[in-house]
């Protein structure tokens, strides 16, 4: 039986130009390869890759060149073949530079040796878990979490229930909606792969009622598969937060500071089990991703891209931007990042590039009315306009006091603002300092 629930807070973001309503109808095209590839050697949280190859040399695709370092980390492997031009720090779309292989592509497309798994559902939990280290699978929703770590339950734990992430509830974005309705077949594969090796009961997929061509067709997809069911859940923003999603499929609360697992669950995102699905029977790793381009260029689409391939390419194969955009956006309008270079690469974490004709600023600010509606939009009951008034005085022990550090920055505060505060702003400098603060306290700690 169907038990469907609702997360308290959460909004419904308008779309103007170029939304869902273009590209949810327009299939996944292979981009053209650019003629050089940027790679970043973190494309997860976690540790950076050690790079394994240096100037001057010739790579293949999928070769791995980014070897894992520590535990959490995800490999980093060739997109493309050719030569290395440079091992260099490269600039990432959130400001930061980050240590990058630079490969001028040959256009041969040779690849390494793809060996698919024997007999993958016979795997043990760690072989599955290295497989997915070893081929470069992390989060693709957004998060980039090294599915590795996910796999690897810690002993004592005890999983249930696998949640499959398809609400794409980010204005815009279509990337999720059409691999779900071009390749549904293989995400069940990835997670039945998951519910096999794991040994768990449940796989409950969830995705936005505003895509019932999706919910259709992955319920013929999971047909004759014990244990699986397909939910469509309420169109409401942020529905594809992890704990907004398995509250909303099993009614239950993950505590404040706490993760799904506490509660028996484990989250993926679709295309991270048809990334595993690929890794495991096709032995193909991570080195490309669908990404929808779309707002105000000339000719939205969703885009097979290599992983490293610049924005500026992307942005021409859509034949450019029309007049009036203002603003690049990395990702979707409402957690992504506004990016003012256009020689930013494509990395695994990117679900869409978007073009838009608005943009806000400081400028735009005005006082706080204490209108409330932040409150009732934040999905997780926290009182954003107190945090951004604690936030520009400094007292940061008081954010905290106010729980700043389970804020999921989702910029629904912020939306629903009529006084336009940079309320989502406020509650990432007050996580960041809350936990710079904390390090240092421990840092002093460990020098006595």
């Not at 996944?28 to 997860?44: C, D, E, F, K, N």
């Not at 319920?219 to 014990?226: F, I, R, S, V």
């Not at 009951?381 to 954010?399: C, H, M, Q, T, W």
Request: hydrophobic content about 40%; aromatic content about 4%; charged content about 20%.
């Amino acid at each position: 039986m169907s038990i469907v629930h609702s997360f308290p807070g959460g909004i419904h973001p308008h779309e103007g130009k170029g939304g869902k309503a273009v590209t949810a109808g327009l299939p996944i095209v292979t981009a053209p390869q650019p003629s050089r590839v940027i790679i970043p050697l973190q494309q997860h949280i976690g540790a950076p890759c050690k790079a394994l190859v240096s100037k001057g040399d010739s790579v293949k695709v999928g070769q791995m060149i980014g070897e894992p370092v520590g535990g959490m980390s995800a490999a980093v492997h060739a997109s493309v073949s050719g030569v290395v031009v440079e091992c260099q720090p490269a600039m990432v779309a959130n400001g930061t530079q980050v240590m990058s292989v630079v490969i001028d592509n040959d256009f041969k497309d040779e690849w390494v040796e793809q060996k698919p798994v024997s007999n993958p559902e016979a795997m043990s939990v760690q072989q599955l878990s290295d497989l997915a280290r070893q081929m470069g699978i992390v989060g693709l929703g957004g998060a980039t979490f090294p599915t590795a770590i996910k796999l690897n339950v810690p002993e004592g734990k005890k999983v249930d229930t696998l949640v499959l992430n398809g609400a794409e509830c980010e204005p815009y974005l279509s990337a999720d909606h059409r691999l779900m309705l071009e390749h549904a077949e293989q995400i069940v594969s990835g997670a039945r792969l998951i519910q096999k090796v794991l040994g768990i009961q449940n796989v409950l997929i969830g995705i936005e009622d505003n895509k019932m061509d999706a919910v259709e067709l992955m319920k013929k997809a999971c047909e004759g598969k014990e244990g699986f069911r397909v939910e469509a859940l309420k169109t409401k923003y942020p529905q594809g937060g992890e704990k907004q999603l398995v509250y909303a499929l099993t009614g239950r609360t993950v505590r404040m500071g706490g993760l799904p697992l506490d509660m028996g669950v484990i989250v993926c995102n679709v295309g991270t089990c048809y990334a595993l699905h690929r890794a495991a029977y096709e032995g193909r790793p991570l080195i490309d991703r669908v990404v929808t381009v779309g707002g105000t260029v000339n000719k939205p689409a969703n885009y097979l891209v290599r992983i490293g391939t610049p924005v500026e390419w992307l942005i021409d194969t859509s034949e450019g931007v029309d007049e009036n955009t203002r603003m690049l956006i990395y990702g979707g309008p409402m957690m992504g990042m506004a990016i003012s270079r256009e020689d930013i690469p494509v990395t695994k974490g990117c679900s869409g590039i978007l073009a838009m004709d608005q943009v806000s600023s400081l400028a735009d600010e005005n006082p706080c009315i204490r209108c409330g509606r932040c409150v009732e939009a934040c999905p997780m009951k926290l009182l954003p306009a107190f945090i951004d008034r604690f936030v520009r005085k400094d007292l940061f022990d008081e954010a905290e006091k106010l729980s700043a550090l389970n804020c999921i920055e989702c910029g629904s505060c912020a939306w629903v603002c009529p006084s336009r505060r940079n309320l989502t702003q406020s509650c990432r400098v007050a996580k960041r300092m809350i936990n710079q603060r904390r390090r240092e306290a421990a840092a002093k700690k460990g020098d006595k």
